[in-house]
């Protein structure tokens, strides 16, 4: 199982970014994809998950109607389009493959003004 986490940079408050999670190496569209994301000196937090299929998904409250999770089973990647971005979601963000307990590497977002 192989995870590759992009798209992460430095954005202003306010601005957009897209994540890509590039998989390999099992049957992508056969398992649930999670997204998470890791601040300085907190735990690991749940922000999105999204089915095998692609017909069910959720973010946390914290993002709710900023940040939306989707995945295109023929390229084999899943995707978190984050919206209006704030200083606090300034992490580290993981994708995750929950039933095979695999993470990627992670990729940095810094919001700052």
């Known amino acids: 199982v192989q995870l590759v986490e992009s798209g992460g940079g430095l954005v202003r408050p306010g601005e957009s970014l897209g994540l890509s999670c590039a998989a390999s190496?099992?049957?992508?569209?056969?398992?649930?994809m999670n997204w998470y994301r890791q601040a300085p000196g907190k735990r690991r937090e749940l922000v999105a998950t999204?089915?095998?299929?692609?017909?069910?998904?959720g973010v946390a409250d914290s993002v709710k109607g900023r940040f939306t999770v989707s995945r295109d089973n023929a390229k084999k990647t899943v995707y978190l389009q984050m919206n209006s971005l704030k200083n606090e979601d300034t992490a580290v963000y993981y994708c995750?493959?929950?039933?095979?307990?695999?993470w990627g590497r992670g990729t940095q977002v810094n919001v700052s003004s």
């Open positions: 190496g099992f049957t992508f569209s056969s398992y649930a």
């Open positions: 999204i089915s095998g299929l692609g017909n069910s998904a």
């Open positions: 995750n493959v929950p039933a095979l307990y695999s």
